[in-house]
T-cell receptor
Framework: QQPVQSPQAVILREGEDAVINCSSS?????VHWYRQKHGEAPVFLMI?????EQKGHEKISASFNEKKQQSSLYLTASQLSYSGTYFC??????????FGTGTRLKVLA | GAGVSQTPSNKVTEKGKYVELRCDPI?????LYWYRQSLGQGPEFLIY????????DSGLPNDRFFAVRPEGSVSTLKIQRTERGDSAVYLC????????????FGPGTRLTVL
């Protein structure tokens, strides 16, 4: 089952914050987050492992709640370069790697 | 260092033909994945290699699709009797080990079946 992401799309002004959610119907071992710009390959942002870990870069962080089978990506003080489609990727006990439904993010100047 | 490379970048073929798509992973990466991505969709898992063996090929849609990685580095995705529905971008990714590691994606091969 493909993880469901919400919202499907979001438009921000530069400097605004956003949260992207990823919800799975299966137990998760890890969650990865990727960003894909139009016409390009996905680029890795971060991985969260089982254990309620929270990680982050400067203005991009994420949390993983394995009990709820959910992960959230937090974008703070968004920049134009944040525009793209965000995917969560999940692994559930096998090596089969499933990407979420995607969230299109557009940051306006 | 060099990233993941894929050739060709674009492939146009006719329905019923055979195609091969090549992936050169990052040197030293033992894990290799193939995905298929249609417009507006996320990457769809096809097959995962650990070394030379296919550890999970459950994503291959049918027996027209086959992939090999004979020496544990370069991989080839082979599609027989192509159909128009096979048109998509085929992405390859590699990682140091298995699923707990960051995947590095290649630029993809855009396959168009006429």
């Amino acid at each position: 089952q493909q993880p469901v992401q919400s919202p499907q799309a979001v438009i921000l002004r530069e400097g605004e914050d956003a949260v992207i959610n990823c919800s799975s119907s299966k137990a998760l071992y890890s969650v990865h987050w990727y960003r894909q710009k139009h016409g390009e390959a996905p680029v890795f942002l971060m991985i969260l492992l089982k254990g309620g870990e929270q990680k982050g870069h400067e203005k991009i962080s994420a949390s993983f709640n394995e009990k709820k089978q959910q992960s959230s990506l937090y974008l703070t003080a968004s920049q134009l370069s944040y525009s793209g489609t965000y995917f969560c990727g999940t692994v559930s006990g096998t090596y089969k790697y499933i990407f979420g439904t995607g969230t299109r993010l557009k940051v306006l100047a | 260092g060099a990233g993941v490379s894929q050739t060709p970048s674009n492939k146009v073929t006719e329905k019923g033909k055979y195609v091969e798509l090549r992936c050169d992973p990052i040197s030293g990466h033992t894990a290799l994945y193939w995905y298929r991505q249609s417009l507006g969709q996320g990457p769809e898992f096809l097959i995962y290699f650990q070394g030379t063996g296919a550890a999970d090929d459950s994503g291959l849609p049918n027996d027209r699709f086959f992939a090999v990685r004979p020496e544990g580095s370069v991989s080839t995705l082979k599609i027989q009797r192509t159909e128009r529905g096979d048109s998509a971008v085929y992405l390859c990714a590699s990682s140091l080990q298995a699923s707990g590691n960051e995947q590095f994606f290649g630029p993809g091969t855009r396959l168009t079946v006429l």
